[in-house]
């Protein structure tokens, strides 16, 4: 179970601190959907995708069927990238929404409705890494 007072407080720090890390979030359904209809047709993925564009805009997603580290590589996805972050080891948290689509995204994740795979991207030396420390 989740200690939300002590994710908020940990968001609330990295803020603080400027602490933020630029993600990538791709999204899709726990159970497989290869194309965008049979995705859309699924609530749970629906509301992740309205979370994501209240921030990001309408349409700000690109739709990938391959995922790196996948075996699946025909499922469909969608990418949104440039979301300021705080990596904690509970997860990767959106510094810049509201609490409660924070805390919506994460029940979605934890109950098996949507899959979300996060890649952090460090510019400065032009690499990419899984969640966890970069230079």
Not at 66 to 84: A, E, H, K, Q, T
């Amino acid at each position: 179970m989740r200690d939300w007072k002590e994710i908020k407080a940990c968001i609330k720090g990295r803020k603080e601190r400027k602490e933020i890390t630029n993600a990538i979030f791709s999204i899709t359904t726990s159970k497989a959907a290869y194309d965008e209809e049979e995705l859309m047709l699924n609530t749970a993925f629906q509301e992740t995708v309205d979370i994501f564009e209240k921030y990001l805009g309408e349409e700000n997603y690109m739709r990938v069927d391959s995922m790196d580290g996948c075996w699946d590589l025909n499922r469909v996805w969608y990418r949104f990238s440039d979301i300021p972050c705080g990596v904690e080891y509970s997860g990767v948290y959106p510094l810049e929404w509201e609490w409660e689509d924070v805390k919506r995204l994460t029940e979605l994740i934890d109950n098996g409705e949507i899959w979300v795979t996060v890649m952090v991207w460090d510019r400065k030396n032009k690499n990419s890494f899984l969640t966890g420390k970069y230079k």
